[in-house]
Every structure is written in structure tokens, then in C-alpha cells.
């Protein structure tokens, strides 16, 4: 089944002390997840209760509807870059527009199964984007850490290195203030979980600073004083402007986001399953997220996924079905009801220096140092997807990334496929006693005068193709018969099969003949379907070498004896073979 929501498969057999347990596991999670939902609704361009907002319906329907026991949904630190650009180019209603596209383009992935082909996104690419993602969340908070006003009044620029520019020019007018609240900030995440287990130090520090604040009367930025309309409850739904401008517009942004929702909610359900023995419903999941992707932008929320972080707390507090995921959500909503008007009071600074640490435990900065021992394919992927993200755009980056981890992955494949020639001179000096490509029923076996023999092992498609095809024109002469043997051949595709019908016909000028043998059933299967096998005739393709050495014997022989026949009469006019 497609989608069935692990919500009525882990119902049966609830029991109260299950309840209790996710009670508790929702209450702490909602706590942790509280501040950080309003520092990536800030760090993405956009008033703080949007984020809340996302964490509530969109937490909720993520752990109704999903396919993970443990998944807890919201807004994600992999989302902010994008978010940020969209509403810097599209405004505030792009951004809603570009969420409702990738919901229904998750859904899509879903209901065509793509659950389980996301998983194959190369590694090299995911630590790349993630580790430029979490560099650029730290340039953007580096003002706010600061407590930098730019001279100039212009708002920070959307270049990664502008950002610099503009942060190094005004870098002598630093609040003090700010500063100290933010490297409080950060103290306060490190230091409190380790005194307090169960208690989370943003949570903390947002309480001290924001006293502090108040108490002091400091001179610092708050989120009031940069966002004047703060939401304290949920807003009743509004349907976008869609137009087809805006959606062809939104059509790449969409689908980065898409992706970075599949592969940030896969990975974190694939983990949890690690950790709780489950095993989580991939197409549900992407369901699951589509659907809330959809339903948020009638309500001005920001985009949400599976975080990895709020869910491995969800386990470690005793969360283990999706109730704790939907208390996690309400709890939000409660306190959205009675603490928002205090939301304003908060520092910016202290924002920033829980963004900050969002971004070092983001940024996997020692599997970023380990890709580079890799094998030098992985690190050239790794590297291109970690500057183009930063320089250009994510989008461009997955793109180019995904294109070129394919192009060196069938670059490696090419160069594992090997290709054997071997003829009855050469017959003798196998290597019986190595491990080769042949059998030793093969090896054992003597190949007639004039048949060469070509032994594949590995897919022949387009990277193969043409190297078979230097080899052929390179290769042997005084040949009347060519085997190509291929029981290690899984597959062949349509430039491998054009490849064969060239080979064929020009085989058949040659006067040489060919013969397959060892065909699989799939690749017999594409042979047919190209049309190729009724070119070459049955007669000519066997499942196995020794039928096929012995009908190379027979076409050899025949030749053989034709060029005697016709030396005979060369030599004798009146020559007569009563054989012939």
C-alpha cells in the first residue's frame, strides 16, 4: 500500500503507560523545538510566528499522516537559504506559493514510489550542500551576533560574499551587549543539557536573555523592534495569488525544496529506524510531508520536513508513536496562545547565537574533512556542491552535483567492465592457476583456428560500447568467426544494442560471422526487442560456450574447406570435388 500512516498501525494494543510516556516526550520536544522554529523563521526573512505557526500544523499533520513512529516535523535549518531567496526575489507570497508546489510535488514523488530512489542521492552530494548551507545560516547571523547596524542602511546582501563585505565595513560598530548575549547564548546550549539532561539550553538562554533585557534595559535589538506584526494565534486560512507568472516562476525553487524536504525527512526516518528498531513507510513519509507543505500556506506558514534533531530527542525522551508528535504541536499552540506577546521582547542576539550553533552541528565539518580522503570522484562532488551552493544558487548546485556524481559514477563503471579477447594461438597461455573472468570447463577447452573470443563482465551500455568498438577495429585478423560471451553481461541499453547491429553489419561486409553465447534472460530480452536477434538468427545464440565453440567449428570448417576447394580450382581448371 502506498499510504498508510504508521498513526493506525501503532495505535493497536496502546496502552496508558504508552501515553504517558509520549506525553512527556511531546512536552519536551515542544520545548526544545519552540525556539528553535522562531530562529529559523527569523533566519529565513520571515516574522517569527510563521515558523511556530509551521511547527504546529505542520508538526501535527508530519506525525498524523507519516510513515515514521518517531518522526517530528517542522521547520528545517535546510530550508532557510532557499526561503530566504525566495522572499528576497518573490515576497512573501512566492514563498507560500513555491511551499504549496513542493507539497504536491512530494506527493507526487510519493504516490509514484519515489520513497525509496531518494535514498540513492550520492552522499558526497547531501554533506556537501548541508555543510554551504550551514556556513551561509553563520554569515547571515553575524550582524545580528554582533549587533551591527550597516552605516550605509542597506540590508544585508544576498551574496555570500557581499554578506562579508558588508560585515568586515561595519565590523568597529559591534554592540557589546549583543555580543555578550549571543556568546552567552551559546554557552547556555553547550553547558545547561550537561547539568540539566532533560532541559534545552536555548530555551534558557532565551528566558535569561530576554530578562536581562527587560531588567537592565539594555540597548540592543529585539525581535519586536525588527518585526512590528507578531501573530499570537493562528490566522484564519487565505488562499495565495496563484497566477501562472508566479508559478513558472516558483517551478525550480519549488522542486529544491522538495528535495531538500524528501531527503531531510528519508534521512532522519532512516536514522530513527536505527535507533528504534522500526522500519519506516519512505512513500507515506513523502505523503505525509506533501500534504503539509499543502496545507500551511492557506495559514502563512513556511515550509516544514523531518528533523533529525527533535526526533532523536522524541526517542531519547520515550516518544516511540505518533502521539507524541501531535503533543508536541499542541503544546506549541498553548503557548503560542499565552507567551507570544513576550516573543517580541526576545534579542536578536540571542537568535543569532542559537542559529549559530544550528549551523556548527549542521555544518558535519569532520565527515566534510574525512570525504577528502575519499577516492578523488567523491571529493570533486563533495567540493562542487559545497561552492556552487555558497556562490550560485542550491538548485544549480543539486543540479550540477547529481549530473556530475552520475557522469564519474558511469565513468567507474566503464572503467570496471572488462572486455577479454582470446583465439586460438593465445589459447595456451592462460593463467589456469589465477582468478580470471573464465571458468575453468572454459579454460579447459581448445578454441578453433580463426575464432576469436570476447569475454565481457559488467553492463555493456554507452560507456562500453565504444571501448568494444576501438578493440574490434584494432584487433585480430584472419578471423571467420567472432563469440562474444557475455553470462556476465546484466544488461544492455540502446547504445550497447546500436553498438551490436553496427558490429553486425559490418561483420557480415567482413564475411565474419557472429555468434552470442551465454545471453541472460535480460539481456536475450533487449536483443529481441531491438530486433537484433532475429538479424543474427537463434541459430546463432547459445546459453552456453560450448554449444557456441562447437557452431563456431562448424562455420570455420566450412570456410576452411571452401578456400581449399577454391585454391584446387585456382591451381586446376579442370578441378571437380565430388565432396563439394
Not at 554582533?146 to 565590523?171: E, L, T, V, Y
Not at 522500519?279 to 516544514?304: D, K
Amino acid at each position: 500500500m502506498i499510504f498508510y500512516p504508521k498513526t493506525f498501525s501503532s495505535l493497536r494494543g496502546y496502552d496508558r503507560k504508552q501515553f504517558f510516556a509520549d506525553l512527556n516526550a511531546g512536552i519536551i520536544v515542544g520545548i526544545v523545538a519552540l525556539p528553535i522554529a522562531l530562529a529559523y523563521a527569523i533566519a529565513s526573512g520571515v516574522s517569527p510566528d510563521r515558523g511556530l505557526i509551521a511547527a504546529i500544523i505542520g508538526g501535527f499533520l508530519i506525525s498524523f499522516l507519516g510513515g515514521s513512529r518517531v518522526q517530528i516535523g517542522g521547520p528545517a535549518a535546510a530550508f532557510i537559504v532557499v526561503i530566504h531567496s525566495i522572499v528576497e526575489q518573490h515576497g512573501l507570497d512566492g514563498l507560500l506559493i513555491a511551499t504549496f508546489m513542493a507539497g504536491v510535488i512530494l506527493i507526487v514523488m510519493g504516490l509514484f514510489r519515489m520513497g525509496t530512489i531518494i535514498r540513492f542521492i550520492p552522499y558526497p552530494i547531501v554533506i556537501g550542500f548541508m555543510s554551504a548551507i550551514a556556513l551561509s545560516i553563520f554569515t547571515t547571523q553575524l550582524n545580528d551576533f554582533f549587533g551591527i547596524i550597516p552605516a550605509d542602511g542597506k540590508a544585508m546582501p544576498s551574496g555570500f560574499f557581499d554578506k562579508w563585505a558588508q560585515f568586515f565595513r561595519n565590523i568597529n560598530s559591534f554592540n557589546v551587549y549583543s555580543v555578550a548575549i549571543g556568546t552567552g547564548t551559546i554557552l547556555s546550549i553547550i553547558y545547561v543539557p550537561r547539568i540539566v539532561r532533560k532541559l534545552p539550553g536555548s530555551l534558557v538562554a532565551i528566558v535569561l536573555s530576554t530578562l536581562a533585557v527587560i531588567i537592565f534595559d539594555l540597548d540592543v535589538s529585539t525581535i519586536g523592534s525588527k518585526y512590528e506584526a507578531i501573530a499570537t494565534r493562528i490566522p484564519s486560512p487565505e488562499i495565495p495569488a496563484f497566477s501562472y507568472e508566479k508559478i513558472s516562476l516558483l517551478i525550480q525553487p519549488a522542486f529544491t525544496l522538495a528535495f531538500l524536504g524528501a531527503v531531510e525527512s528519508l534521512l532522519s526516518a532512516m536514522v530513527a529506524d536505527g535507533v528504534v528498531g522500526g522500519n519506516h513507510r519512505s512513500n507515506t513519509e513523502l505523503i505525509s510531508q506533501g500534504a503539509a507543505n499543502i496545507v500551511l500556506p492557506f495559514f502563512g506558514g513556511i515550509p516544514v520536513a523531518g528533523q533529525i534533531a527533535k526526533t532523536m530527542t522524541n526517542i531519547r525522551s520515550g516518544g516511540r508513536t505518533p502521539v507524541s508528535g501531535m503533543i508536541h504541536s499542541i503544546f506549541m499552540l498553548i503557548v503560542m496562545l499565552i507567551f507570544m506577546q513576550y516573543v517580541s521582547l526576545i534579542p536578536m542576539a540571542c537568535m543569532a547565537g542559537i542559529l549559530i550553533t544550528v549551523a556548527y552541528k549542521m555544518s558535519e565539518w569532520h565527515t566534510f574533512k574525512g570525504f577528502l580522503k575519499y577516492p578523488k570522484s567523491d571529493g570533486a562532488v563533495l567540493l562542487t556542491t559545497f561552492f556552487l551552493t555558497l556562490i550560485f544558487d542550491l538548485a544549480i548546485a543539486i543540479q550540477v552535483g547529481i549530473l556530475l556524481a552520475m557522469v564519474l559514477f558511469l565513468k567507474r563503471v566503464a572503467e570496471t567492465t572488462n572486455i577479454e579477447v582470446f583465439k586460438a594461438q593465445n589459447d595456451k597461455s592462460r593463467d589456469t592457476d589465477s582468478e580470471t573472468m573464465f571458468d575453468k570447463h572454459f579454460q579447459n577447452m581448445e578454441i578453433p583456428e580463426g575464432v576469436d573470443i570476447y569475454e565481457f563482465k559488467g553492463p555493456y551500455f554507452f560507456g562500453v560500447a565504444h571501448r568494444f568498438d576501438e578493440i574490434v577495429r584494432e584487433g585480430l585478423k584472419d578471423t571467420t568467426v567472432r563469440i562474444l560471451r557475455m553470462r556476465r553481461v546484466p544488461f544492455i541499453d540502446s547504445t550497447g544494442l546500436k553498438n551490436l547491429e553496427n558490429l553486425y553489419e559490418r561483420f557480415k561486409e567482413e564475411k565474419i560471422h557472429l555468434i552470442f553465447s551465454g545471453v541472460n534472460p535480460t539481456a536475450l530480452e533487449d536483443l529481441k526487442k531491438s530486433g537484433l536477434y532475429s538479424k543474427i538468427g537463434h541459430e546463432n545464440i547459445f546459453d552456453d560456450i560450448v554449444p557456441a565453440l562447437k557452431r563456431a567449428k562448424e562455420i570455420a570448417d566450412q570456410k576452411k574447406e571452401k578456400e581449399r576447394i577454391k585454391k584446387k580450382r585456382s591451381n586446376n581448371p579442370d578441378f571437380y570435388d565430388t565432396e563439394s
